[in-house]
């Protein structure tokens, strides 16, 4: 069986935050101290929210092309800009959408900039600049507190190309190999598997957020507890990205 | 707390199977019965199975298309008559992948044809003819059963166009709303959500993949419990499709 926990009682994350340990402190305190082979999902607004990694839209000078974004699309042209400043490519503005590919190279809307869950009302908070490295970081500090072997998820929230509605995916991670591989497997009637690299980071982030995405109660991380991960010390949530010039479907 | 819950035990499914029934069983044997408000993740290999919805590719005769695509694309010609039979519009082929979109208007890899976990070296199952009906008809027969309140979702493997690895998704549902549409809805400091629609069905899906992909079990289904969604009579799997024109990123 597979718990997926909710880390409740953090307190509102500010900069400087140990995020580490309040994550250890939180868990303990409602209870269900951090164990071995724990998975602790964060959604990455927290983690932006803790390095400093918030904007003041009042602070931005939109570019001319930020301007002209703005009005066709009547957006914020400040917000533009931010967005703008996180992308490395364009992949589709319409519809009030602006799909792009973030530095690290994934690929959603508004080049993951969020305004929710960010306090002030002309805050934004863009990804985290290495999520892996804040996976990473995060992950020590927890092993260091508790002495627990764990891995630590940076999630986001994604539309998709061809379905409805948002996930939760990836975009960050520490001792766990996001990508399951699973070719040369046999299945139960001895059928050896061809295509099967299973996203488990993304699968896990999706179950975390089924405990997280309560906007009003503000649970912003899940401890995943149960679930047998192969262990890596370089995983990269790049691992997850596939290249535009692979894409199966455009 | 949410628990996912892999039903064991059970039989290897065959033409004729009464799934609900053997789910039902197989829970109540292993010490966790069905409850109510319990979501039972199922994969649509067994239902095909159950449904008598194998093809032998014995038994097929390609047409001239799928002779040139096989030949093409280095692959079983009989294969590739049974996707195309499954398809109603290719969305791209090239690599090996034929991307198509099903009767249902699932796009994905060969139509949603399965090679693994079918008994039988030339026999392929396609997807539930009507992937919900078959999810009502699981759902009203563990209810009556068990008379606990309950969803089914019968789950699939897709791919991603620009993410690697595969996830789970919902390809069919019963008693549960696939969408949980949070627009409105105040975050933490009272900004209003603009755009979350959350994709629940999916992400039960994925939670419940990290029980079910073991290939070597042969874990077909999984309960998950204690995750509070909207319940919807005639909820539909179709809500989770985006429709083609109004693709985000294509």
Redesign the interface.
């Known amino acids: 069986?597979?718990?997926?926990?909710?880390i409740k009682g953090l307190p509102?994350i500010k900069e400087g935050d140990d995020l580490g340990e309040l994550i250890c402190r939180a868990s303990e305190a409602q209870g269900t101290p951090i164990r071995d082979g724990d998975i602790i999902v964060v959604t990455h607004v927290v983690v932006s929210r803790a390095e400093g990694n918030i904007v003041n839209l009042d602070e931005v000078e939109p570019s001319p092309f930020a301007r002209t974004i703005a009005e066709e699309f009547n957006r914020d042209p400040a917000l533009v800009e931010v967005v703008l400043r996180e992308a490395k490519s364009i992949?589709?503005m319409g519809?009030g959408?602006i799909?792009a590919e973030t530095r690290h190279g994934f690929?959603c809307?508004n080049a993951g900039v969020d305004?929710?869950?960010?306090?002030?009302?002309r805050n934004v908070a863009p990804l985290p600049v290495d999520p892996d490295l804040s996976a990473r970081r995060i992950r020590k500090r927890i092993m260091e507190l508790t002495g627990r072997e764990v891995a630590v998820i940076i999630s986001d929230?994604h539309?998709?190309?061809?379905?409805?509605?948002?996930?939760?995916?990836a975009i960050g991670v520490a001792g766990i190999n996001?990508?399951?591989d699973?070719r040369g497997?046999?299945?139960?009637?001895g059928?050896t598997?061809?295509?099967?690299?299973?996203?488990?980071a993304?699968?896990?982030s999706?179950?975390a957020?089924?405990?997280i995405?309560q906007?009003?109660e503000?649970i912003p991380a899940a401890i995943?507890r149960g679930?047998r991960y192969e262990r890596s010390e370089d995983a990269t949530a790049k691992?997850?990205?596939?290249p535009?010039e692979?894409?199966?479907?455009?």
């Open positions: 069986m597979i718990e997926i926990i909710p509102i992949i589709r519809d959408h799909i690929i809307a305004r929710s869950n960010v306090p002030g009302e929230t539309g998709r190309a061809l379905r409805s509605g948002e996930i939760n995916v996001p990508i399951k699973r497997e046999k299945d139960l009637f059928y598997l061809k295509v099967k690299r299973t996203a488990i993304d699968e896990l999706s179950a957020e089924l405990v995405g906007a009003d503000g995943i679930y691992q997850l990205i596939r535009k692979r894409s199966l479907f455009i």
